[in-house]
C-alpha cells in the first residue's frame, strides 16, 4: 500500500500502549511509502509457481492441491501472515486449470482473495514448449486500526473501510523439458485504491529455473526470482535446492536486502510432499533477531 502521508505525521498520531502492534503497522505504511504495495514474498516459488504465474497450471505431470503458510517475523504482534490454497488440474492435452485462494494479513491491512486460472500449452519443438495463461478473481481488501490507539481521533487517513475488487493477471513462460524454464507474469493487473491516500502498486514478476542432475541420487534444482513494479526498486531472490533420491530435499535461498534461509523436504508417499523454510533477516530488523516460517503441504493425484 502507498500512503502519501509524511512519516513524522504517524509517529505523532499513534499511541503506543498497543507496543508493537502499532509499531508494526506504522512500519508497514512507512516501508511502503517508499515501496509500494506489501506483497507477499514466498521463498517456495519454483514448489508452487501458479501463485505467481497462471501460465504454470496444468504444466506439471499430474494434478495437485497445495496448502501454503508463511508467517513472517515471527513473535511480532501483527506482523505478516499469509494463507494459501491453490489448486493445479490438468485440463485436456493441452490445458490446463487452476484454482487459488489467499488471505494476506499485515498490521491494520487484510486481503481476501479468490481467483482462477486458464492455461495453454503448446509444443514448439520436440523439446522446447511455450504456454500462456490469464487470471480472474475477486479480491475483499479492509483496513483495521481498532488495535491502534490513535492520538487524533477522527482523522480520515486512520479510518475502518473496506471494498470488493475485480482483478486480473497474465502470464508467459518457455521451458524445455521438465527441466529449463523462464516464465514472466503479472498476477495482479490492476491496482488497489482505498481512497485517503492508500494505493498500491501492481508487480511484474521473473523467474528462471533449470534441473541439473548431478548422478542416479542428486538432481540441482538453481532457480532465481525477479520483482518489480513501478515506482518501487527492483528486488530478486536466489535459491538453491537439492534433491536427494527423488525423496529428501535440503536447499538454501537468499532474498536482496533482506534475509536468507534453509529448507527442507520430504516426499512422504507417493502423493504427499511437506516443505519448510526458515529465514532470518538481513536488513534492519535483523537487531531484534525475528524469524519468519514458511511451510507447505502438497497433495498429487496419480503417479
Known sequence: MKNNIDFKQRVDQFKWSKGLVALVSL???????????????YSMYRFNPQVLSPAHSGSTATSDVTLMNRQQWLGIEGAPKTYVFSGNFKYGAQSGLGVNAMLDQAGPMKITTFSADY???TKLSEEWSFSGG????????????????????????FVNRSAMKFNTGWGLKIAKGDGFFVSVSQPRLLKYDLGSGFKDAAYFYGMVGTKIKANQNVTIYPSALVRTASGVPLSWDA?????????????????????????????GTKNIYLGYVFEMPTSQLSRVSVQSHEIALRYSFGK
Not at 535459491?239 to 532474498?255: K, P
Open 27 to 41: 512500519l508497514v505504511l512507512a516501508a511502503t511509502t517508499t515501496y509500494g504495495q506489501l506483497e507477499a514474498g
Open 239 to 267: 535459491n538453491l535446492l537439492v534433491n536427494l533420491a527423488g525423496r529428501f530435499d535440503i536447499g538454501a535461498n537468499y532474498r536482496n536486502q533482506d534475509s536468507w534461509g534453509i529448507r527442507a523436504g520430504i516426499q
Open 134 to 157: 490469464i487470471r480472474a478473481g475477486l479480491a475483499n481488501l479492509a483496513l483495521n486500526f481498532d488495535e491502534t490507539n490513535l492520538v487524533h481521533q477522527g482523522d480520515p487517513t
Open 119 to 121: 492455461a495453454y500449452h
